[in-house]
């Protein structure tokens, strides 16, 4: 734009000159002083500059959630050339990492990355737009970015911050974090009897299921779990599994790994931004953040599962963690808690039985359509690498014929 108007000026400038020297050829009179030439038009305030934001993350430095968080900032830069820059920081570099949302809304900071049912306190609603139990209805994560691109769930995502919560917010999805594990624990879980009492750390809608199951749970950030745990204030934990319990250090303080829960089949990482700083962009500026947010979500997904079958084979191989699968009991329970809470929450609150049905409604046309089209997982999988359903996951050997 600026090389256009540069380019205008001087083209108007030379052709005043030529119009002032014919006339005054023609005319042999002295030539009237020129014109002061326009002053080109300044660019429209958001493209002006470079906008340097600095914007906070929920998770420690070294997970490779926050590599989620690093991976959009460098797409952002490279899309819009360098026109906007984000410091991603990590939790507590600003401000406590539960603190991001209100801090976001208060402009103490640009932006923040997290996940949105760490938001429950403030309305149950926020856990539908994160980690939905159960799917929710059985989605994954990729049905459930479906109901949020193609469902109408980001519609709802931002009046939910704008005309619920009455924040100054915008968000979107920006990483399936999921499915993701039934927890650690300090002994061995049989049945639902088993954990009943144990002191277990969890966030959420999760942790109020959990109580309603027997558990006693506490909440608390991903950086204070392992101490906690060396400290015996707790008995198990949930994280996430894979590399993120790796990098956190869970496989040093406890050996019984479960896998799979149902608290979060879809895990979605949240981005927000300002919403005066979303505004303060020109729409292709915006669209670039859109782009940056899809590719950072494929991208670091695919990478995540591969870093997550090296961290569970590290896990086993070299810290004697024993993987082992989650009770169905424990599941099916889960499941009939969330529903009971579930409605019992539409009951109350009108804006979460809106979202919740609407989940219900895609759900209902994806879910059972995709389980037509698709064969179970388990099914080539267990042809070419056998499990042991009572001891997890197994390495096994390809079959030949």
């Known amino acids: 734009m600026r090389t256009v108007l540069k380019k205008a000026f001087i083209l108007s400038t030379i052709a005043a000159g030529l119009g002032i020297a014919m006339q005054a050829g023609a005319q042999q009179k002295p030539a009237p002083a020129p014109a002061a030439a326009p002053a080109p038009a300044p660019a429209p305030a958001a493209t002006g500059g470079v906008k340097n934001l600095k914007m906070q993350s929920t998770w420690p430095a070294s997970l490779t959630l926050q590599e989620n968080f690093k991976m959009f900032a460098e797409r952002l830069d490279k899309l819009t050339s360098g026109q906007i820059k984000i410091e991603a920081m990590a939790a507590g570099q600003i401000v406590p990492a539960f603190e991001i949302l209100d801090a976001t809304h208060k402009k103490v900071i640009d932006g923040g990355h997290g996940v949105a049912y760490y938001w429950v306190g403030k309305n149950k609603t926020a856990t539908l737009f994160s980690a939905t139990p159960a799917g929710p209805f059985g989605m994954d994560h990729f049905d459930f970015l479906g109901w949020m691109n193609e469902g109408g769930g980001m519609d709802l995502y931002w009046e939910f911050y704008r005309d619920i919560l009455k924040l100054n917010v915008v968000g979107w999805p920006i990483g399936g974090s999921s499915p993701q594990a039934f927890g650690w624990f300090k002994r061995p879980i049989k049945n639902l009897a088993d954990f009943k009492g144990m002191k277990c750390r969890q966030t959420g809608i999760v942790a109020e299921i959990y ?43 406890w050996k019984y790994h479960y896998t799979p829960g149902m608290h979060e089949s879809n895990s979605m990482l949240e981005l927000i931004m300002n919403g005066d700083v979303w505004k303060g962009f020109s729409p292709q500026q915006q669209e670039s953040v859109r782009s940056a947010v899809m590719e950072t979500f494929v991208r670091w997904g695919i990478r995540w599962q591969k870093q997550n079958a090296d961290a569970i084979e590290e ?18 329970e889960f499941m009939k808690t969330w529903d009971k809470m579930a409605a019992e929450e539409a009951a ?22 995709k389980r037509f089209m698709f ?14 359903v009572r001891k997890g996951p197994a390495k096994g050997e390809a079959k030949g014929k």
Not at 214 to 229: F, L, R, W, Y
Not at 351 to 362: A, G, N, P
Request: proline share 10%; net charge positive; hydrophobic share 35%.
């Open 348 to 369: 109350k609150d009108p804006f979460f039985k809106k979202v919740l049905e609407s989940q219900r409604v895609y759900a209902a046309k994806v879910v059972p359509a």
């Open 375 to 388: 064969p179970p997982y388990s099914f080539a999988a267990n042809y070419y690498f056998p499990e042991d």
């Open 211 to 253: 109580q309603k199951m027997g558990m006693q749970t506490v909440n608390m950030p991903g950086g204070e779990i392992v101490p906690s745990a060396q400290r015996g204030v707790i008995d198990c934990a949930e994280w996430v599994g894979g590399v993120e319990d790796l990098r956190l250090g869970l496989p040093q303080v």
């Open 315 to 332: 896990m086993r191989t070299k810290h004697g963690t024993q993987i082992l699968r989650t009770p169905p009991e424990i599941l099916t």
